[in-house]
């Protein structure tokens, strides 16, 4: 079952922006810590930003000043802004949440270490 779905990956030069979106589905209606993280082939994965449920976030040293991590717990979507993008910054970003609370059937449940599947960043040169 898919809980956390990423969008807004693709292909861009290098200098432009992107804005990715990760949005819970299903019977989520909560979630708590949520990170961007992103991984390049043969590298292990690495974290760029993160955002706690009280909005006070965090950068990878590489992304700072460059990245904007943001919420909006209505929509359940976190978003992550990227802007003067390297070729450096292509990979797959995935977003992860530590827990996450579900509604369903009448029952309340918590789901823990939720990943999406990832969204494709490309930056060219």
């Known amino acids: 079952q898919v809980h956390l779905v990423e969008s807004g990956g693709g292909l861009v030069q290098a200098g432009g922006s992107l804005r990715l979106s990760c949005t819970a589905s299903?019977?989520?209606?909560?979630?708590?810590?949520v990170r961007w993280c992103r991984q390049v082939q043969g590298k292990q994965r690495e974290l760029v930003a993160i955002i706690d449920k009280d909005r006070s976030v965090d950068y990878g040293n590489s992304v700072k000043g460059r990245f904007t991590i943001s919420r909006d717990d209505a929509k359940l979507t976190v978003y992550l802004e990227m802007n003067s993008l390297k070729p450096e910054d292509t990979g797959v970003y995935y977003c992860?949440?530590?827990?996450?609370?579900?509604?369903?059937?009448?029952?309340?449940?918590?789901?823990?270490?939720?990943w999406g599947q990832g969204t494709q960043v490309t930056v060219s040169s």
């Open positions: 299903g019977s989520i209606y909560s979630l708590s810590t």
């Open positions: 992860n949440t530590d827990r996450a609370e579900h509604f369903s059937g009448g029952h309340y449940y918590t789901g823990y270490d939720y």
